[in-house]
């Protein structure tokens, strides 16, 4: 069985947010779904759609349908999901996120514990220890090829090798990264590279999933291995899988919420 999802908008720390939601909030604690940087909550549409509970995707700020206002840090994002949240009156929550979307799902955790029922991260990281003089060459990337080519050329690199030619993979990610200026993006990138939650990942209690691709280039098994230890939670590493898993194998990450949900 499928859920029709509803566009919603609430009122966030930096302005709008958009959200879309699938199923009764009041009938079952929902499931909140935090996307990767650049991109948008379309990416987790087909995951949402096979869900057996409600759930709630929302676009971060400076993303999708949202408000382009920063500052772009883990605990700004973090505000925006709790916002959300709190604007749709949901107290308890099992929270999911891929990649920078995971940090941010467990910083959330760990600010409000009685809130989280459990984190599932896909593809994440606590921090990537990329160096300053990186991420610039990056923002210079961006801005020497502009949005569209910048992303189109990256994720055919981020996915798994069987997934690089996918028309559909290809389609959700130029929707999502959508028409924002490079700019935004630069700022976006630098805060996401930047980040590192190592400090509050011992704070979480709630039981954590953390689920990375074995061909993942940006959060490595070893960074998936590590979220792991810091949280006392368990690992599944997902064979042939890039840094996508939502739009690669969006039945499997049902799935594994789905079992995640049941404990």
Do not use: Q
Not at 136 to 163: C, H, N, Q, S, W
């Amino acid at each position: 069985m499928t859920r029709a999802l509803t566009a919603r908008s609430v009122d966030g720390p930096a302005g709008h947010l958009a959200v879309t939601v699938s199923g009764d909030l009041a009938a079952d604690e929902p499931v909140l779904l935090v996307h990767p940087i650049n991109s948008a909550a379309g990416v987790w549409t087909r995951v949402m759609a096979l869900l057996d509970r409600p759930a709630v995707a929302l676009d971060l700020r400076g993303h999708g349908r949202s408000v382009l206002s920063g500052p772009y840090t883990v605990d700004g994002y973090a505000a925006d999901a709790l916002a959300v949240l709190d604007a749709l009156g949901v107290r308890r929550a099992h929270l999911a996120g891929g990649s920078l979307g995971g940090s941010i799902s467990l910083a959330v955790a760990a600010a409000r514990p009685e809130l989280a029922t459990g984190v599932t991260t896909f593809g994440s990281t606590l921090g990537t220890g990329v160096p300053a003089s990186a991420i610039e060459a990056m923002v210079a990337e961006l801005v020497a090829k502009g949005t569209e080519r910048y992303f189109a050329d990256l994720v055919p690199d981020i996915v798994g090798a069987a997934y690089r030619a996918n028309d559909e993979v290809r389609r959700v990610m130029r929707e999502a990264v959508g028409t924002r200026s490079e700019a935004v993006i630069a700022d976006i990138l630098r805060g996401a590279f930047d980040a590192d939650i190592r400090a509050v990942a011992g704070r979480v209690r709630a039981p954590v999933h953390a689920v990375g691709g074995t061909e993942d280039p940006t959060c490595p098994p070893a960074m998936t291995e590590e979220i792991a230890a810091a949280t006392g939670g368990r690992v599944t590493l997902l064979e042939g899988i890039g840094h996508l898993p939502m739009l690669e194998v969006p039945g499997r990450v049902a799935e594994l919420l789905r079992e995640d949900l049941s404990r």
